[in-house]
């Protein structure tokens, strides 16, 4: 159980276009899913908590014009990369958070969404 | 604000040794978390500790807390080629609400034959 998808796995496209990555939880209900930034040999950076049916909370200096997130239902969150530049180009990961949180709290990542921006 | 440091950050080491990696958080924790990451992938759940004491073991790992002086340890026995991965660890601060976990910065580890 707790499965988290992320389509599309590998996606590349060219400078000044928009980007869209759906995050997906297969087997339970997130009202709470988080998307993370990585670029190469570094950690996971939030850039933003999603919460089902109300704005996402954007962590500072993250760009919310530019990194749209939309919590439309209980098991689908979508990150939209607007007018992508090369420096866009990174590892995007989403998490899901069961409904209540459960003992642990614990997030469940997806496969991640591997971007690059030519 | 909290802050998670890893040690070390890049770790080479042999088959068959035993190593442990530190992870040191700042603020009062109400889980502490271990994660693989392969080349590529994204992240695998190893451990989750939730209390002063608590000790955990899969395989060659073994995962512990120590509330009091704000430090988990990896410890990994007789270390296998399988086993070369970086490994997070996160923390979710006490009374926060929405699991906003902060990462440490990861531990490279390279298993040689």
């Known amino acids: 159980g707790a499965v988290v998808s992320q389509h599309p796995s590998r996606v590349i496209c060219k400078s000044g276009t928009s980007v869209k990555i759906e995050c997906r939880s297969l087997d339970f209900q997130a009202t709470t899913m988080f998307w993370y930034r990585q670029f190469p040999k570094q950690s996971l950076m939030l850039m933003a908590t999603s919460n089902e049916g109300s704005k996402a909370t954007y962590e500072q200096g993250v760009e919310k014009d530019k990194f749209l997130i939309n919590h439309a239902s209980l098991t689908l969150s979508t990150l939209t990369v607007t007018s992508a530049h090369p420096e866009d180009s990174s590892f995007y990961i989403c998490?899901?958070?069961?409904?209540?949180?459960?003992?642990?709290?614990?997030?469940?990542f997806g496969p991640g969404t591997r971007l690059t921006v030519l | 604000e909290l802050k998670v440091e890893q040690n070390p950050l890049f770790l080479s080491m042999q088959e068959g040794k035993n190593y442990t990696i530190y992870c040191n958080y700042s603020t009062t924790s109400d889980r502490l978390y271990w994660y693989r990451q392969d080349p590529g992938k994204s992240l695998e759940s190893l451990f989750v500790l939730l209390s002063n004491g608590a000790v955990k073991q899969e395989g060659r790992l073994m995962a512990s807390l120590d509330t009091k002086a704000r430090l988990s340890t990896l410890h990994i026995t007789a270390a296998v080629h399988d086993l070369s991965a970086t490994y997070f660890c996160?923390?979710?601060?006490?009374?926060?609400?929405?699991?906003?976990?902060?990462f440490g910065e990861g531990t490279q580890l390279t298993v040689n034959p």
């Open positions: 998490s899901a958070r069961t409904l209540g949180g459960g003992a642990y709290n614990e997030q469940f």
């Open positions: 996160a923390s979710l601060p006490r009374g926060t609400s929405g699991s906003r976990l902060t």
